[in-house]
């Protein structure tokens, strides 16, 4: 009988919000590869850098008594959570192909009750997850109450600057300044609020693989408060 694995509870910068790493999360890490090699990806939205397909969520309950601890006890949902989403996800656009906003941390959500559950499928040679604070604003997080004067903040940045450089974030900025990384390693499971700033770290010799079995994959999972 296998030993259930055992989350390690992080916080994040000065505001330190909780970050929830859970390493040999899934018992069958290589199905969840194979089920993904057999899936059909397509871009999805304009922001995530990459193809998706859809995954079934049902998978993480295996691990149900430690996600429910986890969503109750550290990130406070007492009522327990409900599924918005959940893909496989792979990395596969080059620099010079980002858009300016896949250049800079971004935020899945406003809302606290917004939770992002991310499970590595690949090694650590892909990167990692990377977390940041707005040096001018000193935001780490974005809320509804702060989302006007974020995005004036950043607009205002970009017309004296001009746009980031057509690159993934790596580490510090004039703009943003790292405040948490997470390393990619194989089942490795990470959780984390949506409003949280954060950023993909896509290795300068990265391969942009679409083959599930070689690239970036993950399994991107949102859940929201009820």
């Not at 055992?6 to 390493?23: N, Q």
């Not at 509804?144 to 970009?158: G, K, P, Q, V």
């Not at 690159?167 to 949506?194: H, K, M, P, S």
Request: aromatic letters at 10%.
């Amino acid at each position: 009988m296998t030993t259930a694995p055992s989350p390690v509870i992080g916080r994040i910068g000065h505001e330190r919000e909780p970050i929830v790493i859970i390493d040999e999360f899934s018992s069958d890490p290589a199905g969840l590869v194979e089920t993904a090699a057999g899936k059909s990806y397509t871009q999805l939205g304009p922001h995530y850098p990459g193809v998706r397909a859809p995954a079934d969520a049902n998978y993480l309950g295996e691990r149900m008594p430690i996600l429910q601890d986890v969503l109750t006890n550290v990130f406070g949902l007492a009522r327990g959570a409900s599924l918005v989403e959940c893909n496989y996800s792979l990395v596969t656009t080059r620099p010079e192909a980002l858009r300016p906003i896949q250049r800079l941390p971004h935020f899945d959500s406003t809302d606290a009750g917004r939770i992002a559950v991310l499970h590595y499928l690949c090694a650590g040679a892909q990167g990692g997850t990377a977390f940041y604070r707005h040096r001018a604003s000193g935001f780490e997080t974005v809320s509804l109450s702060r989302m006007a004067d974020y995005a004036e903040m950043i607009e205002a940045e970009t017309a004296r600057g001009g746009l980031p450089g057509a690159d993934y974030l790596r580490g510090d900025t004039a703009q943003f300044e790292q405040t948490y990384r997470v390393d990619a390693v194989f089942n490795r499971l990470v959780i984390y609020r949506g409003w949280t700033l954060h950023s993909g770290t896509i290795p300068e010799d990265f391969g942009f693989s679409d083959d599930p079995r070689a690239g970036r994959l993950t399994i991107n999972t949102f859940l929201q408060a009820r």
